[in-house]
């Protein structure tokens, strides 16, 4: 009888640690990088600012722990090199698959921060 109930208590604490690593489902419909960079500034640069202040707040106020701000503060320095070796390698203009590629890996940043502020930790 003992070992039963010490068997099920186990079992339900391990189930619980098992649900908890479930990643939560995305919202309907998947990332709409349209809706979260609506009302953010158009240029790359200013995109990257926008991020750097998300990562600022979210150290700031513990939503992101200094492993996750520090990975994501790596994360933005080397999107900031290749904006800056693009721009010099064009001539000081980005042509649309340039921003199109900055843009992508932005979104990408964005989507890891997100997840990263509300995965709970």
């Known amino acids: 009888m003992k070992r039963t109930i010490v068997a099920l208590a ?16 995305p919202p ?17 640069r200013e995109r990257i600012r926008f991020l750097q202040d998300r990562i600022d707040r979210g150290r700031a106020d513990g939503s992101l722990n200094p492993r996750e701000a520090a990975r994501a503060g790596r994360e933005l320095d080397r999107i900031r090199m290749m904006d800056r070796r693009m721009h010099y390698d064009s001539g000081g203009r980005l042509d649309p698959r340039q921003r199109d590629m900055l843009q992508a890996r932005l979104d990408s940043l964005s989507q890891q921060i997100r997840w990263s502020r509300h995965n709970g930790w």
């Not at 419909?29 to 790359?44: E, V, Y």
Request: avoid cysteine.
């Open 10 to 25: 186990g079992g339900l604490l391990l189930s619980g640690i098992a649900v908890a690593q479930i990643p939560p489902p």
């Open 28 to 44: 309907p419909g998947g990332w709409d990088a349209g809706a979260f960079w609506r009302g953010a500034p158009d240029s790359p």
